[in-house]
């Protein structure tokens, strides 16, 4: 057991074996779409979507996040704008006639 010191910062332990996956190119064929929306994606006009559309691209946008959580760096400020813009759009639909 090892006593933490406040004000220290915890060493991060380094995991290889998670960083080699996620550092490996895709072995999707082109023209392939990913599952994910990478914060350099296009973002279409959330106003002109369906709903299905909507949920699909919620889909792919959570996904992103969960990809960038599980980087050193964590998740990249615009997939949480867009995830936030998307909750929104969609909570708007729940509250129309």
Do not use: C, K, N, W
């Amino acid at each position: 057991m090892t006593d933490d010191v406040i004000g220290e910062t915890p060493a991060v332990p380094d995991l290889p074996a998670v960083r080699d996956i996620l550092s490996a190119p895709s072995r999707r064929p082109p023209g392939i779409h990913s599952t994910y929306l990478s914060p350099t994606d296009p973002f279409p006009d959330l106003a002109v979507l369906s709903l299905h559309d909507l949920q699909v691209l919620h889909s792919r946008v959570a996904r992103q996040q969960e990809l960038e959580y599980l980087q050193l760096e964590g998740p990249h400020p615009v997939t949480l704008d867009r995830l936030d813009e998307l909750t929104r759009a969609l909570d708007s639909q729940d509250h129309q006639p």
